[in-house]
Antibody, heavy 119, light 107 residues
Framework: QVQLVQSGSEVKKPGASVKVSCTAS????????MHWVRQAPGQGLEWMGW????????KYSQKFQGRVTMTRATSIRTAYMELSRLRSDDTAVYYC????????????WGQGTLVTVSS | DIQMTQSPSSMSASIGDRVTITCRAS??????LAWYQQKPGKAPQLLIF???RLESGVPSRFSGSGSGTDFTLTISSLQPEDFATYYC?????????FGQGTKVEIK
C-alpha cells in the first residue's frame, strides 16, 4: 500500500531554516508529483508547491518563492521541503501529499510534521 | 489567487441526515475541484476529484457535483464516522487554493 512517512517534529528559532523529509513506499516514486501543504494551528490548508521526482522540476506558490526549496533523492525515494528565514507564523503542520499526473488532487498524504518557530 | 468560499462554515446534523456543503470559486475553475475530509489530528483524505469522481475506497454516500464556479459535496445519509471538517480545493490555477473548511458536528 502507498505510504508517505515524514520526519519528526522540529523546533526552530526565528530566522533559522527547517528541512522536512517525506519517504515514499508502495508505488513508483518518480511517477507522481509530490506536493507540500501546510496547516497552521486551528487553521485551514495552504498549498506550498510541488516537485516532479522524475525531473526534479518544481513549482512554488508565489507566497513562498525565495524561501522554499523542494528537492528529492530518487535512490532513497525521499522528497524534501526546506523553508528558510522562518517566522513565528510559519508554525504549522507540514504535509507531503502525492499528486497523480493530470489529476489536480492529492490522493495520499504523509502523517504531517509539526514545525514550531519560537524564540 | 482564486478564492474558494465554502458554506456553511459549520453545521450540526444528525445520523441519517442528508448533508450538502457548497463551494464557490472566485473565477471559473472548470472541473478542477477536489473535496477532502479531515479529522482532528489527522491528515486530510481525498473524497472527490474532478468535481464528481469518487476516489477509490470512498463510500458511495459521498458525491460531488458542479462545474465552473459552483460546486457541492453531498453526504446522502450521514454516518457517525462522517463528523469531521471538509475542504474543497481548486487546481485550475496556481497557486492551488483551499476553501476555509466546513465543520460537521453532531446535533
Amino acid at each position: 500500500q502507498v505510504q508517505l512517512v515524514q520526519s519528526g517534529s522540529e523546533v526552530k528559532k526565528p530566522g533559522a531554516s527547517v528541512k522536512v523529509s517525506c519517504t515514499a513506499s508502495g508505488y513508483a516514486f518518480t511517477g507522481y508529483y509530490m506536493h507540500w501543504v501546510r496547516q497552521a494551528p486551528g487553521q485551514g490548508l495552504e498549498w506550498m508547491g510541488w516537485i516532479n521526482p522524475n525531473s526534479g522540476g518544481t513549482k512554488y506558490s508565489q507566497k513562498f518563492q525565495g524561501r522554499v526549496t523542494m528537492t528529492r533523492a530518487t535512490s532513497i525515494r525521499t522528497a524534501y521541503m526546506e523553508l528558510s528565514r522562518l517566522r513565528s507564523d510559519d508554525t504549522a503542520v507540514y504535509y507531503c501529499a502525492r499528486g497523480p499526473l493530470l489529476v489536480g488532487a492529492f490522493d495520499n498524504w504523509g502523517q504531517g510534521t509539526l514545525v514550531t518557530v519560537s524564540s | 489567487d482564486i478564492q474558494m468560499t465554502q458554506s456553511p462554515s459549520s453545521m450540526s446534523a444528525s445520523i441519517g441526515d442528508r448533508v450538502t456543503i457548497t463551494c464557490r470559486a472566485s473565477q471559473d475553475i472548470r472541473k478542477w475541484l477536489a473535496w477532502y475530509q479531515q479529522k482532528p489530528g489527522k491528515a486530510p483524505q481525498l473524497l472527490i476529484f474532478d468535481a464528481s469522481r469518487l476516489e477509490s475506497g470512498v463510500p458511495s454516500r459521498f458525491s460531488g457535483s458542479g462545474s465552473g464556479t459552483d460546486f457541492t459535496l453531498t453526504i446522502s445519509s450521514l454516518q457517525p464516522e462522517d463528523f469531521a471538517t471538509y475542504y474543497c480545493q481548486q487546481a485550475n490555477n496556481f497557486p492551488w487554493t483551499f476553501g476555509q473548511g466546513t465543520k460537521v458536528e453532531i446535533k
